[in-house]
């Protein structure tokens, strides 16, 4: 490979992961084209990309980068998962996947700069999507304001039931 090739290669590498806020390292030695398909399209469905690279092209792409700390787990057979919208969907994805492969294992992992091993990666994936947190989230919020709005209408229908229980008393 030239000399020009390596830069444009290490160049594509460090744009894309400058704008992915999680990079998973994996390593599939052994996993059939199929197999590795189907892991791209999953990925995709998380809008993420999985990238196969150089070992030492990847390294010198992570050196300043904001996945910098995991640029020494590039060894043998590596593949790096990148996404840049939900990375719990990335992290769930890739750990499903790892479950039912008996080829893929993931090594770590570098959520905004910070290290996770699989352990966490683990933790990560069993967190609801952020879609579900912000549905969460809206309905704590709204909880309070119609909860103050309903202690506010039981003290007015209190008195108004009250009121009308005179109003026919008088009348009768």
Known sequence: MKKDQKAAIIASIK???QDANI???????G????EMTRLRVKLRESNATLLIVKNTLARIALEDGPHAV???TFRENCAIALGSDDPVAVAKAMVDFA???KTLVLRRASL???VLDTAQLDALAKLPSREALLGQLLGTMNA???GLVSVLANTIRGVLYAL???ETKKAA
């Open 15 to 17: 744009a894309a992961t």
């Open 23 to 29: 990079a998973v390292i994996a390593d599939f030695k």
């Open 31 to 34: 996993m059939p084209v199929e």
């Open 70 to 72: 995991i640029k020494d």
């Open 99 to 101: 479950k039912t492969s």
């Open 112 to 114: 905004e700069g910070k």
């Open 144 to 146: 309070v304001p119609t």
């Open 164 to 166: 009308k229980a005179i």
